[in-house]
């Protein structure tokens, strides 16, 4: 079983970058899909970006296309999002995901069956 850890959340100004890492533990991380989810104050958790276990496809909402980027270290066990020109509408606590491989990139919450406890990130303007 993967257990994981968020770290890297902050308090940034409009237009800064922040890099987010997931910490995972278990020695079957290699082989499974991970992902990044974020809630904001009265919405749903929403879908970031998710990648393969091999790294070789990933996947971006729409909102952050051109400014986050996910990125996985398998030897290191961690997953890492670097968000460059982060708008205020980019706040929210961000949540780590994963789940066994599959045969594509899953973008629902519901498909993920391992989360990690979140970190905060506020954009002020």
């Known amino acids: 079983q993967v257990q994981l850890v968020e770290s890297g959340g902050g308090l940034v100004q409009a237009g800064g970058s922040l890099r987010l890492s997931c910490a995972a533990s278990?020695?079957?991380?290699?082989?499974?899909?991970m992902a990044w989810f974020r809630q904001a104050p009265g919405k749903e958790r929403e879908s970031v970006a998710a990648i393969t276990w091999s790294g070789g496809s990933t996947y971006y909402a729409d909102s952050v296309k051109g400014r986050f980027t996910i990125s996985r270290d398998n030897a290191k066990n961690t997953v890492y999002l670097q968000m460059n020109s982060l708008k205020p509408e980019d706040t929210a606590v961000y949540y780590c995901a994963s789940r066994p491989s599959y045969t594509v990139i899953p973008t629902s919450a519901r498909a993920y069956n391992i989360w990690g406890q979140g970190t905060q990130v506020t954009v002020s303007s």
């Open positions: 278990g020695r079957t991380f290699s082989t499974y899909y």
